[in-house]
């Protein structure tokens, strides 16, 4: 089950990036990207890295599930 | 229902708290400027540490009353919590200092006080390790756990009352003081704060649980 939800979060993340990305047409636009002075590239890195800490927490807290099941 | 959920809604808090913190509007201050936003960082840090420290304090409480040795791993493991979201708390404010305030230290009575409070719990965890015999060094160490509690309470959120402090919610009472926070600010905030403390809880169960493990193999062997 966590790994289902790890996974949709992982997916949700790229998908969002690679629809974000695509907006731009090879033109410097004020696209979202690149409104406010980039301000949202700097929100959406630390998000990403909030998230893969978050995920990483989670796996960690698995891995523990494990082993206390094996004593 | 899942028994992780406020796990979950930890990292949905955090999330939120860092997409908002940065995105929605504050109020423009001078000397501060977007620097306010540090606020849903900065702050939660010392959210968690001292709640990270009050169930320490309350563990070392628990195990004097009933010598089980898992009350003694909690106090341990969630003082270890709390100092490490001290020092974050530290540097970030230093961080911010040095942008606002014009030196990263400034021997401002909060820094200072709040340093040494750290140092007390510095003091706690080389206390607990040099200790060999077990029951001993929990007694010992819980002695030490509950009078560091109410020094760094009163390190703190008393001492730099007395005095000016460059830090906000200093020089006088900070309770009759409504105009201490923008209300804008606290929809943000208050979730920060909470997904905070709710993710350096779940570090220290983590870590609490991994110090079962190894006392259970320590015992075996």
Redesign the interface.
Known sequence: MMKNFILTICLMVSFSLVSLAQNSNGVDMASELRESGKIYVVVMVIAVIFIGLAIYLFSIDNRLKKIEKQK | M?K?WW??LA?VL??FS??AG??FHVPAKPILNETIRNIHFHVPMWFSMIVMLTVSFIYSIRFLNSSNENDDLMAVESANVGIVFGVLGLVTGAVWAKFTWGEAWSNDPKQNSAAIALLVYLAYLVLRNSLEEEQKRGRISAVYNIFAFPIMVVLLFILPRMTDSLHPGNGGNPGFNTKDMAPELRPVFYPAVLGWIL?ST??AT?RY??RK?EN?QYDNN
């Open positions: 899942n992780n796990k979950i990292t955090v999330l860092i997409i940065f995105l993710i779940w570090i983590i649980r991994i493990i259970k």
